[in-house]
């Protein structure tokens, strides 16, 4: 029986453990709290049901005023997030420039160094490219004659 006990998760060793009394508490609690629950959302249900009901002349009646005023309110909304929003990132880009001019090495400066070489690199390419075949061009011309 002790091999048999070793050979279970502790959680099913807790599980056979337990006196039936507290199967019962368990069971009891949990029948409790959803028969609850389930009131409570009927209720809830029933109640949004009425105030519907009950606010739909008003906003029939009220809603050449309503529409615009929601309309607006939305529109002044999104037009507040949005400038927040604009203005988090300037300064975050604003204080990330700063960093980075003064040397203090932010997230993403090694990035932006490589970046920048390989740039820098091929622009460097493309112009003795550009030289070598214009020298070329140049060459190619002097013999003859227009």
Known sequence: ????DRQQPLHMQHHQ?????HKVAKTT???TLTGSLMI???LTLAATVIGLVLATPVFVIFS???VPAVITICLLGAGVFTAGGLGATATFVLTWMYRYVTGKHPIGADMLDMIKSKIVG???GIREKSAQLGSDALKG?????Y
Do not use: Y
Request: proline residues 8%.
């Open 141 to 145: 011309t002097k013999g003859t004659n």
């Open 1 to 4: 029986m002790a091999q048999n």
């Open 64 to 66: 050449p005023v309503l």
């Open 29 to 31: 609690t949990a029948v």
């Open 122 to 124: 091929t622009a460097e």
């Open 40 to 42: 409570l959302s009927g």
């Open 17 to 21: 453990q337990q006196p039936i009394s």
